[in-house]
């Protein structure tokens, strides 16, 4: 299988407000970006926007590393919380329904097909990919607000 690593990000401006979502792809030297622009959504869904996208535009099961300074992603994978929400039919230990289920389903469906390894990183620091990521992210804020002005 491939070894891939992925950095991903997620930026709103405002929360809920105007989000966008960085990827950077890197297999054997090759550098793959994209990113993506949504009018009105939260922080979180563009973190996990940015994951789904990622692993979208991978055609074949990979050995994938994923960087992402995401808690709320990152830790829903090692500490088992999407294994015991799927258990509880979507609900939390409390008891209520799992916020952006639609996108958990849609991310548990596309890392189920890899072998993922989930790495929290810290946001805004020295990880040059976790940077650009957040540059493409807040980038597609910034041309959309050009666009649209």
């Known amino acids: 299988m491939k070894d891939i690593e992925i950095y991903t990000d997620g930026a709103c401006s405002g929360n809920p407000g105007a989000g966008g979502w960085g990827v950077v792809l890197l297999y054997r030297g090759t550098v793959k970006e994209m990113s993506g622009y949504e009018p009105h959504t939260t922080n979180n869904r563009m973190e996990m926007m940015a994951v789904i996208k990622a692993l979208e535009a991978i055609n074949e099961p990979c050995n994938i590393t994923l ?17 015991s929400w799927i258990k509880n039919n979507w609900r939390t230990s409390t ?20 072998n993922m390894t989930w790495v929290k990183v810290k946001g805004h620091s020295d990880n040059f ?18 666009s649209t002005s």
Do not use: M, P, Q
């Not at 008891?95 to 890899?114: G, I, M, Q, S, Y």
């Not at 807040?138 to 959309?144: H, L, P, Q, S, V």
């Open 67 to 83: 960087y992402s300074d995401s808690a709320y992603t990152i830790n829903a994978f090692l500490d088992n919380w999407v294994e």
């Open 95 to 114: 008891k209520k329904e799992v916020k952006n289920r639609d996108l958990w389903e849609r991310l548990t469906f596309l890392a189920e097909k890899h």
């Open 129 to 146: 990919y976790n940077n650009r990521c957040d540059e493409l992210a807040t980038g597609e804020i910034k041309n959309a607000r050009v």
